[in-house]
Each structure stands twice: as C-alpha cells, then as structure tokens.
C-alpha cells in the first residue's frame, strides 16, 4: 500500500553534510510517526530520528544536534538532515511509516563518512 524509496546517500568527508529524502508513495494519512534507522556491518539496526503526527521528534544520544528530521506533507517526503558527520555514522539508512499498521520500509541507502 505504502512504497518508500531513500536517497541522497554517497560517500563524505568528515564534518561534512547529507540530505536523505524518503519519498513515499501511496497514502500515509493517519500515520503514528516517521523515522530513520541505520545498520552498520556487524551492528544491529538502530534508530537515529523519528518525528510523530503530532511533530514531535526524538533522537538518538549520538546524533543530537547533528542530525534533524523533518517531513513534508504536501511532498509526502521525510528527510534526514545529517551535519557535521563522523565515520562512525557510516552504515545503511532505512527509513519507516508506522501507520500504526502496518509498518513500512525502505530499502535503504548507503551513507560512507571517511575520515
């Protein structure tokens, strides 16, 4: 019902910055919250940024004041604003809508930080 497809990854410098954009496809009216996750190889996924119907967001420790998430209705986009970046933020981002159900996903999209 839901298709969301990720972008805007590739390869930076440390201290440098990424836009990631979730475009979503289908109706996410009535959705409980938004968000990004990422794995890293060997690492369990984790949540970085969610952002609820209502706008709240939350963060993850290692990514606050960094990172924002924000999410345009009208686009029906989600987006991850990633500054000054670090190696250790290299892994895969996914994105989700909790609608609360189902949930959907991304197929993901590859950030690199080099140092």
């Known amino acids: 019902q839901v298709r969301l497809v990720e972008s805007g990854g590739g390869l930076v410098q440390g201290g440098g910055s990424l836009r990631l954009p979730c475009a979503a496809s289908?109706?996410?009216?009535?959705?409980?919250?938004m968000g990004w996750y990422r794995q890293a190889p060997g690492k369990l996924r984790e949540l970085v940024a969610n952002?609820?119907?209502?706008?709240?967001?939350n963060y993850a420790e290692a990514v606050k004041g960094r990172f924002s998430i924000s999410r345009d209705s009208a686009k029906n986009t989600l987006y991850l604003q990633m500054n000054s970046l670090k190696p250790e933020d290299t892994a895969v981002y996914y994105c989700?809508?909790?609608?609360?159900?189902?949930?959907?996903w991304g197929q993901g999209t590859q950030v690199t930080v080099s140092s």
């Open positions: 989700y809508v909790q609608m609360p159900l189902p949930s959907y």
């Open positions: 952002i609820g119907s209502g706008g709240s967001t």
């Open positions: 289908g109706s996410t009216f009535g959705f409980k919250a």
